[in-house]
């Protein structure tokens, strides 16, 4: 009833020549390293964009200022932390943020 398929004689040469030219890369051994890429938010731009705003997510500072969103949301957490901004709603990664006004 079922099984394994028969190959065609086609396809018997094409797997067995690819077994032998195959070879295992070594991880972790050989070619360069990757540099470490760091991306810091415009804080005067990202201030701006937050102060005349209700309300602003991740997303929408990351598209505005032109970084990633995990830029942006560390530059959210770390204005957080010092008081500039506040959250105020959102659920799930998708927090809303507001200035703190003065």
């Known amino acids: 009833m079922g099984g394994a ?5 086609g396809n018997k040469d094409k797997s067995a020549g690819s077994k032998d030219t195959k070879k295992k890369k070594d991880k972790g051994e050989g070619g360069p390293k990757k540099a470490e890429i760091t991306v810091k938010v415009n804080e005067q731009q ?4 937050i102060q005349n705003s209700k309300v602003v997510t991740v997303q929408d500072l ?10 942006a949301n560390a530059f959210l957490k770390e204005s957080t932390n010092k008081g500039i901004v506040k959250r ?5 990664g998708h927090h809303l943020y507001q200035a703190v006004s003065s």
């Open 88 to 92: 105020v709603g959102g659920y799930s």
């Open 5 to 9: 398929k028969k190959p065609t004689a």
């Open 62 to 71: 990351a598209r505005q200022t032109g970084v990633k969103i995990s830029a």
């Open 46 to 49: 990202a201030l701006k964009i």
